[in-house]
């Protein structure tokens, strides 16, 4: 295709602002899907994504429109996976900045609206939703224009559910995203913005050709570890697979196998270049997304270990961002130390875990990676509280901090500057967006984000508050390891690092839980919560005679036998912590958050 012809845009949005539901449209105002086959949300593909409504992988279709070809990038909006998002922007010249006129600006419209401009993307600024009667679109349209700065009769207004002004809205792309431009005779590159697996094909790598030309039965070179393949099938999306026979030129987006079977080896962000005539250089920005938060997973069943395992070896082929080591917990057994992008993540992969590969798994609670200096000048990275180093000989313990927006009607600004006064949160900045919706930005801890942040802020707007953060860098803080322990012993799954002002209050909550989740033995069980040798907190686990053969008066055996038996099924269930018994269970229950 003549790249003057192509138009190169995403949609970049809120989550729920209707990204989806606007490509649904245009999908079929363009013809490449027709009514029979039309179906909600056509482009998220992945079981979790219709069953969440959220998109989490990028996806790319060819529409025919007017005698041009559009390439429309859908992007996850979730703050997760900015990553993704920025790589998808590269993609592109255009972006649709799609507001909901019932809602108007968040936090991630602020957001994505900087990483496009930060691309130079042409921004396109639209009002999605129209037909609600909520809908206030001349109030928002003049927030919208504020915002980009320009003149609120430029901004568009549209439904993606009725279809009402996205042919105008299509047209618009087609007059105002420039066209892509390239050196078509130059060595190739292609950048690659997003790869999943397929259990039939392998990795299917979405590019988008900045220079030269790809074709099909050509090794290519995948320039950030230098490994070639062969393509095996290049196409493109138009929204079902299309080989090209004539391969992608420069400003064209499609996908190409290769027959690798590792989304490891052909990595979003990376530069395709051809093995014969390498480019001389790589297109910008390439970086290995950096696990962010970390949290042990261990099947309920310590049979399912090494299903678990295999489950984790399947599951990262499809997510280069998954990390994972084997470790063992006293309290849990055999499980994993694994590392995700954010909650999001951690959430999705436990999910898909559980769904896709049948396992039942606890998770201990997530923390973030911490660096510690040592005095005699030694570094440690700690991901796994039970690696904190006890003893004196700590200098200094850094934990990672965010740079984190807050959009919320004004009405809120109290309740959200307590919340993060609270989390050791310092105020920025403060802007008025419009008369009554401000823009709060905060330095914030990324371990009491992750710690139920989201929750106490929704609870506390009624839902009105969005958040979006990104990583600033760490800072210095007085953070301590706090140990739980029975009878002596501490139990590993259950030891945190938290803020010294917060280690007692951590530590008393945790003793009170596990009384009540822990049943009496026959002796007298003291849990503890302990910095180092010094304990803070304290409480007792009476002691019982249990002797459930005594209520069985000698007489009927066969009941006798019953019960012993009983009580071996419910042994099988129980770890030991020291001389202690604790039913799984209470493991289970003490682990997670609500
Ligand atoms: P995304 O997260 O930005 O991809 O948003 P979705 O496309 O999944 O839409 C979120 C919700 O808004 C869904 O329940 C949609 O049905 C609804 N929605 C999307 N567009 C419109 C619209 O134009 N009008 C109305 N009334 N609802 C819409
Ligand atoms: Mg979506």
Redesign the pocket.
Known sequence: TDPALIRNFCII?H????????ADRMLQITGVVDDRTMRA?YLDRMDIERER???IKSQAVRLPWDGHVLNMIDTP?HVDFTYEVSRSLQACEGAILLVDAAQGIEAQTLANLYLAMNADLHIIPVL??I??PAAQPEKFAEELAGLIGCDPSEVLKV???TGEGVRELLDHVVQTVPAPIGDADAAARALIFDSVYDTYRGVVTYVRVMDGHLGKRERILMMSTMATHETLEIGVISPEPKVAALGLGVGEVGYLITGVKDVRQSRVGDTVTAAAKPAPEMLAGYEHPKPMVFSGLYPIDGDQYPELREALDKLQLNDAALVYEPETSAALGFGFRVGFLGLLHMEIVRERLEREFGLSLISTAPNVVYRVVMEDGKELTVTNPSEFPTGGKIAQVFEPVTKSTLLAPAEFIGAIMEICQGRRGQLLGMDYLSEDRVEIRYTLPLGEIIFDFFDQLKSRTRGYASLDYEPAGEQESDLVKVDILLQGEPVDAFSAIVHKEKAYSYGVDMAKKLRELIPRQQFEVPIQAAIGARVIARENIRAIRKDVLAKCYGGDISRKRKLLEKQKEGKKRMKMVGRVEVPQEAFVAALSTD
Do not use: C, F, R, V
């Open positions: 949005a989550i729920d602002h209707g990204k989806s539901t606007l949300q409504g959220i998109t909006g999605n939703k037909d609600l439904s993606g559910k």
